[in-house]
Each structure stands twice: as C-alpha cells, then as structure tokens.
C-alpha cells in the first residue's frame, strides 16, 4: 500500500497546482512514521528514501563508491570520540541519537519555516490545510467517491492529517505553536502522540477496514511473493505468523485490535538508538570483541549505509562535513 500510494503521488504531480516534491515527500513521511515505529523488518529502500528524502538518497546514491567509503571513514573517525581507534557501544548509540535528533530539528525548522513565512507564533489549521490541500478545491468531487482515484487519496491523507493536528494541539486552539507542530511533524518522538500512531498504524494494515488486523493483512504488511514465485515462504514470515498467533494477539480470536497494537509497536521506553547500535555491533564485529575497528565497518559497507536508524547515508550526502 505505501508503495503504490508512493507511485500515486508521484504520477500525480504531473498535474498542475499539487504539492510541492516537499509536500509529497512530508505526506510520505507521515505515512512512513508508523513503519518506522516497528522494530520487525523494514522494507530498506523504502524507508532509506523515506527517511532521508528522495533527494538525499538521490545525492547519495550518485556518489562513486570509493567516494562513499572515503565518507563513511571520515564518519568512523568521528564516531570514535575517545580516539583509541575503535568505536564501542556507547559511542555508535550516541552518535546514532545525535544525528536522530538532528534529523529531526532540522526538519521541524524546515517545515516550519515553510508553513509560516512571517514567522507568526502559530500556524492555524486552515492555513496548514490552503497550503498543503488547497489544490483539491480544483479536483472533481465525484473522484471523491472513487477508490484510488487521487482524489480520494488526498482526502484519506488530509482527513489523517486533521487528526493528528486536533492530537499535536495540546491547548486545543486549533492553531499549533511550534513544539506542537513538532509533534505533529514527528509523532514518533512523543509520548503523548502515542494514540494516533497506534490508531495510523492499524489503519494502514487494516486492508478491509474492519477496526482490526488479521493475520494475513498482518503478513501482506511486511510480506508480498514476487510475481511468479509461489514456492515456499521464506523462514521469516513463518516466523511472523507464529508471532502473531503466539504473541500479538494476546486474547487469540485471531486479530490484533488497537491494544494489541499498542503493545506491538515499540514501547515508549524502547531505545530506538541502542537497539540499532547492538544490531549494527553485532553485524559487523567479526573478530567478536564487542568494538568496531574502520576495516569491520568498511567490510559491511551496505549495512551502514542502508540502515535508516543510523543515518549514516544522510551523512555521507551532507555537503558541510566534507
Ligand atoms: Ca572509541
Ligand atoms: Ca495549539
Ligand atoms: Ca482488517
Ligand atoms: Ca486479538
């Protein structure tokens, strides 16, 4: 589904007066914060572009490979804060939380500052919704009608889009100041928007709009057989189905409903930055002694640079480190 909503948007704006690539690319974000949210399997592309921005990945991915090796090495020296040649555990968790938080100040100053020129102390939803949706006042409201039509999918992503607002505006102004708009930005990053991550996620998986998850939509999330292929399922989604049947779906009547959900998507205590820096140590320690030298980073190469946790790939485009 974020797939083809992703081809959607991107044929869509052949069309005149839709959304900026910027505007694409926050609606694709927040369509992607969800996914992000799921410590299980990624789909890396996806989340590599939705997590550094198309134009990012472009840069990145343009660069000549040696050039790429020579940046991550400048970004391995970095890493090792105390100099003593390796990067332990703590200094990998660091770095991953600092470039995390980085990301995502950058962010909210940039949408920010798009969404409100004159530098005003809150943007009000009516003017969030003129700039980001004011095309759809030009669009045929008969589309409104018809599934997969662009119109129906814009109206499905401002109708998320108003929910969130109304959970991100705390003094319930209607009007989001900027720590608020933050929160709506990146819910991901705060507790209290924790319910309408819950209620996106489940939205999205939930195929046939009955309010819960089966066990198939649950599967079809993560997992789709290529065309022609219809041999055996891989050993991970066999994994996954018994996960769902032993462990999220607590009450067993076969579906995930919103407090299964909860309990599924990361907890509020869950160190996003630890997790992926143990996952990466443990990728790439191949002498096991639970430090990295520059030669085991260099030598697993495309699991630093595709893991959307570390950012490492927006590191390496970024032009005033190098
Ligand atoms: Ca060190
Ligand atoms: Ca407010
Ligand atoms: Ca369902
Ligand atoms: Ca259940």
């Known amino acids: 589904m974020l797939r083809s909503l992703f081809v959607a948007l991107t044929v869509s704006t052949v069309f005149a007066g839709l959304p900026t690539s910027e505007e694409t690319k926050r609606m694709m974000d927040h369509l992607s914060d969800a996914e992000h949210f799921k410590n299980e399997h990624h789909n890396k592309q996806f989340d590599h572009d939705a997590f550094l921005g198309e134009d990012q990945a472009k840069t990145f991915d343009q660069l000549p490979p040696e050039e790429s090796k020579r940046r991550l090495g400048i970004i391995v020296d970095k890493i090792d804060a105390d100099k003593d040649g390796y990067i332990n555990p703590v200094e990998l968790k660091d770095w991953i939380r600092y470039t995390q938080r980085r990301y995502i ?3 909210v100053e940039r949408h920010w500052k798009q969404h409100n020129p004159n530098n005003e102390d809150t ?6 919704k003129k700039n980001v949706y004011g095309f ?3 669009m045929d409201h008969k589309d409104l009608k018809t599934h997969d039509s662009e119109a129906f999918t814009f109206a499905a992503l401002m109708k998320r889009d108003r929910r969130r607002w109304h959970f991100a505006d705390a003094d319930q102004n209607d009007a989001l100041n900027r ?3 933050a929160a709506f930005l990146h819910p991901e990053d705060h507790g209290e928007m924790r319910n309408v991550v819950v ?6 998986i939930d195929k046939d709009n009955d309010g819960k998850i089966s066990l198939e939509e649950y599967i079809g999330d993560m997992y789709k057989p290529e065309d022609g292929e219809d041999g055996e399922e891989p050993d991970w989604v066999k994994q996954e189905r018994d996960q769902f049947t032993g462990y999220r779906d607590t009450d067993k009547n076969g579906y995930m409903d919103e407090n299964e959900v909860r309990d ?4 509020p205590e869950f160190d996003h930055a630890e997790a992926e820096a143990r996952h990466l140590i443990f990728e790439a320690d191949s002498d096991a002694d639970e430090k990295l030298t520059k030669a085991e980073v260099l030598d697993k190469y495309d699991l630093f640079v595709g893991s959307q946790a570390t950012d490492f790939g927006e590191a390496l485009a970024r032009h005033d480190e190098f």
């Open 136 to 138: 759809m006042d030009d």
């Open 123 to 128: 943007i009000t939803w009516e003017d969030y």
């Open 179 to 181: 720590t608020e708009f």
């Open 105 to 107: 100040d950058e962010d």
């Open 199 to 204: 209620l996106e996620t489940l939205e999205d």
């Open 264 to 267: 599924w998507i990361a907890p």
